[in-house]
């Protein structure tokens, strides 16, 4: 069994769709796919302790060896990785329950835990894949998925938040499939260690140069780099509390992920910088997505929309330290995917909770929720803390991270920006802590619970983890450092 822990890690999810479909009965699928969820964990986890064991694992699908067949190649990238998406799916689907029958129709409930599990199939797939199609094949299957959860919402504009990002995601996918396709022309080949190979030979036509700008401008439109964020914030403030919570944490992360895997396993270093000026449009693109979007969070009235830009500005950063261009900048931009992935999850389960009691997120509906619903907001603050790097916190170790990188380069200036991105995250935050501690609550409001335990708790296992990982910084920290490493030592 040990042998086929690769395979596993997606066909697990991938079998469980339809399974889901044959139980058809809502309560009895959320139990399945949770169940599901934890096998992936549990996969994920001794993937990782095979890696740190043996090394790079690869599994041969069908007997086929590469090139010819298709390959899934685990490495501490991407088992680092795997672990971080199964454990806030597992996490997350634990407040499924109540969120969703709060907020959607019994009937519906199954086909939203279908569309679930292909997405987080199409997730996984990416992740453990050796091959440049089948990433292709992966991200398509988690982007339809991705369509389906967020129009299934119960505000009306779900549906025109679905359809554009239906028609921004295909014009990505379009333009990672051609060059993809451009890649094969020149190579040949589809396997990506092989192509790592093959490109050098090629490198300096146009034709390749071509292939890299297509690539680079779909999957930065699939990660919602700044400009090409436009499907983001409809998509994060109309879609189902449950979905919120997962796409945040997790699709834009694997985005990254593919966009760190052809940078510097597959095009290299050498080619990706020195090449091409992929640091000042990388470093470029950041700053103006960390400084614009914070400043439009900071209007916002819808409190999802409102973190939806936060988000835009988070990947900003991300994207800064990928742009650096250096060990100290990419450990940056991992561990800051890590960190972001924990503080969205505990934010967005918050606001499930305020759903699920208040029935809003408009920022007036949160007026005196800090003394009716105390364990709801001091998660949604923590969050926010985490958001504006507070020591202690995750959010503190990934700019520390990323200040430093800027630093040893000599790049004092854009530091500052850094930490001016903080004091806008600050005054978006403090709008809401203002509204829900300091206001007295609506006249015609009145006194709410506090949210039930099975949002809370999922919640604050998040918030947990923001502060833990906050004070011990030896797992996240060093796998990043390390992955960082191997990865510059790929390309050189």
Same mark, same amino acid.
């Given at each position: 069994m040990i042998q086929h822990l690769p395979i596993l890690q997606v066909i697990i999810p991938l079998l469980a769709a339809p399974i889901c479909f044959i139980l058809r009965e809502a309560k009895l699928v959320r139990w399945f796919v949770l169940l599901a969820n934890i096998m992936a964990f549990v996969v994920s986890i001794m993937l990782l302790q095979q890696v740190n064991a043996n090394g790079t694992l690869v599994y @041969?699908?069908? %007997?086929?060896e590469a090139p010819i067949g298709i390959e899934y190649r685990i490495d501490e990238l991407n088992a680092y990785l795997l672990i971080l998406v199964t454990s806030i799916s597992t996490i997350t689907l634990m407040a499924a329950g109540s969120s969703l029958t709060k907020e959607m129709k019994e009937s519906k409930q199954t086909y939203f835990y279908i569309a679930y599990m292909l997405c987080l199939t199409g997730l996984l797939g990416i992740l453990a894949t050796g091959d440049a199609f089948n990433v292709f094949v992966f991200l398509e299957i988690s982007s339809l998925a991705s369509y389906t959860m967020i129009a299934m919402g119960n505000d009306r504009r779900s549906l025109w938040a679905s359809y554009q990002y239906l028609i921004m995601?295909?014009? #990505?996918?379009?333009?990672?499939?051609?060059?993809?396709?451009?890649?094969?022309?020149? @190579?040949? @080949?589809?396997?990506?260690?092989?192509?790592?190979?093959? !490109?050098?030979?090629?490198?300096? @036509?146009?034709?390749?140069? &071509?292939?890299?700008?297509?690539?680079?401008?779909?999957?930065? +439109?699939? =990660?919602?780099?700044?400009?090409?964020?436009?499907?983001?914030?409809?998509?994060?403030?109309?879609a189902p509390s449950i979905a919120t919570v997962f796409l945040a944490a997790t699709a834009t992360k694997v985005a990254i992920y593919i966009l760190l895997r052809f940078i510097f396993s597959v095009y290299g270093f050498e080619f990706s910088f020195t090449h091409l000026p992929l640091t000042e449009i990388l470093v470029t693109l950041g700053l103006l997505g960390v400084i614009a979007a914070s400043i439009v969070a900071i209007y916002q009235t819808n409190v999802k929309r409102l973190f939806a830009y936060s988000s835009v500005s988070q990947i900003g950063y991300m994207i800064l330290g990928l742009g650096i261009g250096t060990k100290t900048g990419l450990s940056a931009t991992l561990l800051?995917?890590?960190?972001?992935? !924990? &503080?969205?999850?505990?934010?967005? =389960?918050? =606001?499930?909770?305020?759903?699920?009691?208040?029935?809003?997120?408009?920022?007036?509906?949160?007026? %005196?929720?800090?003394?009716? &619903?105390?364990?709801?907001?001091?998660?949604?603050?923590?969050?926010?803390?985490?958001?504006?790097?507070?020591?202690?916190?995750? #959010?503190?170790?990934?700019?520390?991270?990323?200040? +430093?990188?800027l630093l040893e380069n000599g790049w004092w200036p854009i530091a500052v920006l850094v930490?001016?991105?903080?004091?806008?995250? &600050?005054?978006?935050i403090w709008r809401i802590v203002e509204v829900a501690y300091f206001k007295p609550a609506l006249q015609n409001n009145r006194s709410y619970k506090e949210a039930p335990l099975t949002i809370l708790v999922p919640a604050w296992i998040f918030v947990i983890a923001n502060i833990y990982f906050g004070i011990d910084t030896s797992f996240t920290a060093g796998i990043s450092e390390k992955t960082a490493e191997l990865l510059f030592g790929v390309v050189k």
């Open positions: @041969t699908l069908g %007997g086929w995601g295909t014009i #990505g996918a379009t333009f990672i499939l051609i060059g993809i396709g451009l890649m094969y022309m020149m @190579t040949g @080949t589809l396997n990506m260690h092989d192509l790592a190979g093959r !490109l050098v030979e090629v490198e300096q @036509t146009k034709t390749i140069y &071509m292939a890299f700008a297509f690539f680079l401008v779909g999957v930065c +439109l699939k =990660l919602a780099l700044f400009p090409l964020h436009l499907w983001l914030p409809n998509a994060y403030a109309y800051h995917l890590f960190n972001h992935a !924990l &503080m969205k999850s505990a934010i967005f =389960l918050a =606001l499930a909770g305020v759903v699920y009691r208040v029935g809003s997120v408009n920022i007036k509906a949160f007026a %005196g929720l800090g003394r009716q &619903m105390p364990w709801t907001m001091a998660a949604i603050v923590v969050g926010g803390l985490s958001l504006i790097g507070v020591p202690l916190t995750v #959010g503190f170790v990934s700019k520390w991270y990323l200040v +430093l990188a930490l001016i991105g903080s004091l806008l995250a &600050m005054a978006y």
